[in-house]
């Protein structure tokens, strides 16, 4: 049985609701917690304020993350993420937004997958169904020490001469460069 913890990043209590009768109608069993604003999510992901006890509050291995949250916008969050926390989750942005900017910016900032809400909330179970079946059962999740691991391998390429796509744009993430190093580089 799968135990990682889903951390569903949403403002909207309707979308909170309908999302976790989804998974439960899914038989997805994992833990699930909620951040209702971008910085409520920042806050749990460092273990801050109602946040310190990390038995009940635990690190989650999947992010669900709403674009349009208040106080921090979820790509800033998903920036902090990838840039800040040290941490190595799996982030699954699920927005209503279609905007090819958003979806640009997400996948730019290190986002694992971009889903669109449906407009019919009965869709949500088959999503639902999908991140389990991919996300929590069959996807071998990078360890922590092994993302730490892995900023030390991309510094190892560039001082043996080796450029990836990171070089050129800065903005490019390590899991997005096409390039493969071999087992020398490290």
Do not use: C
Request: net charge negative; no cysteine; charged share 25%.
């Amino acid at each position: 049985m799968n135990t990682t913890t889903i951390l569903l990043v949403e403002d909207d209590e309707n979308d909170v609701f309908f999302f976790q009768r989804a998974l439960t109608r899914a038989g997805v069993n994992n833990p699930l917690q909620v951040a209702h604003h971008g910085q409520e999510a920042i806050d749990y992901l460092q273990g801050g304020g109602k946040f310190t006890e990390r038995a009940e509050f635990p690190l989650p291995g999947l992010i669900l993350l709403d674009l349009k949250l208040p106080f921090v916008m979820g790509l800033d969050v998903l920036k902090w993420i990838r840039q800040e926390s040290g941490l190595s989750p799996i982030v699954l942005i699920l927005s209503s937004s279609r905007e090819d900017e958003d979806v640009a910016a997400a996948y730019r900032l290190g986002a694992n997958a971009y889903l669109v809400k449906p407009a019919d909330v009965s869709e949500l179970e088959g999503i639902a169904r999908a991140i389990n079946d991919f996300w929590l059962t069959r996807n071998t999740p990078v360890r922590r020490f092994m993302a730490d691991r892995g900023s030390k391998t991309l510094a190892n390429a560039r001082t043996n001469g080796h450029r990836s796509h990171a070089d050129l744009d800065p903005t490019h993430s390590l899991a997005h460069s096409t390039e493969k190093l071999s087992l020398t580089d490290i």
